[in-house]
């Protein structure tokens, strides 16, 4: 899968994953907001063609997003976040996209 960190029309600091299905937006929103320590601050919205909620911490507010367009979307919504933005990048780049495991696969872990 591509990621690419880029700004978007805004100019606001992006972190796109092209090719998530939207099914796959609460795994991978549950995984980077355990990893960086993020709370919900909005209401979720989940509709036919787009998903999004923000998300903070103590310092930085983020927009985990996703769109029928660009796919998953990982947004700085202001200046200073995106400092975890950049961390998050950092992140995904050296871990790789968090996959979610088939039973089987837990299930082969849990006997050896």
């Known amino acids: 899968m591509k990621i690419e960190k880029v700004r978007d029309a805004s100019k606001r600091l992006t972190i796109e994953i ?8 609460i795994f991978l929103s549950s995984k980077i ?3 960086f320590n993020l709370t919900a601050s ?24 996703w769109d029928i ?12 976040s ?8 950092d992140w ?5 996209i968090p996959q979610r495991k088939s039973f089987f696969a837990k299930f082969i872990q849990l006997i050896k």
């Open 18 to 25: 092209h090719n998530i299905k939207n099914k796959d937006y």
């Open 33 to 35: 907001s355990k990893k």
């Open 42 to 65: 909005s209401e979720l919205i989940y509709g036919f063609d787009e998903i999004f909620q923000d998300y903070k911490n103590q310092e930085y507010t983020i927009g985990l997003e």
């Open 69 to 80: 367009w660009s796919g998953y979307i990982i947004v700085a919504k202001d200046k200073k």
């Open 82 to 89: 995106e400092n975890l933005i950049n961390e998050i990048y």
């Open 92 to 96: 995904l780049m050296i871990e790789g």
